[in-house]
């Protein structure tokens, strides 16, 4: 594990967010970003050597969407850098934590990502990212 990558803040609406963020962290918001895997639509802001992601569902089906339903908006995950995501996930699955994917998946901002259970990490939802590689 290198570092948190990101931190995923679950939004109602973009529109209005990106310039509270904007503003909140005094930074610009450098790129969005459409996952139709994920159902969602993305926002970045880059703090030193992390950043923060906004995330607004695309649909009622989203899990954003639901998980805003529940708990409303809020953190969503905590991302963590990892070198090798296959051997994470290899590694983690060995020593029980439930993985929510079983093969690494396309995520935003050019990542292999792979959600872990929060049933199996006190709660909290955890994404592993690893850049693409050529």
Same mark, same amino acid.
């Given at each position: ?52 992601? #906004?995330?607004?569902? =695309?649909?009622? %089906?989203?899990? !954003?969407?639901?998980?805003? *339903? +529940? ?44 959600? #872990?259970?929060?049933? =199996?990490?006190? %709660?909290?939802? !955890?994404?592993?990212?690893? *850049? +693409?590689?050529?």
């Amino acid at each position: 594990m290198l570092k948190i990558e990101h931190l995923g803040i679950a939004v109602a609406d973009l529109e209005k967010s990106i310039p509270l963020f904007e503003q909140l962290l005094n930074t610009p918001c450098y790129k969005t970003e459409l996952v139709e895997s994920e159902g969602v639509s993305t926002a970045f802001f880059q703090l030193g050597d992390s950043k923060i992601e #906004l995330l607004e569902a =695309t649909s009622p %089906g989203s899990p !954003i969407n639901k998980f805003i *339903e +529940k708990k409303g908006e809020g953190i969503h995950h905590i991302a963590i850098e990892v070198e090798n995501i296959a051997a994470e996930m290899k590694r983690l699955s060995a020593l029980g934590f439930t993985l929510l994917n079983e093969q690494p998946k396309e995520g935003a901002d050019n990542k292999l990502i792979c959600f #872990l259970h929060p049933k =199996t990490t006190n %709660g909290v939802l !955890i994404e592993l990212c690893q *850049e +693409k590689r050529p």
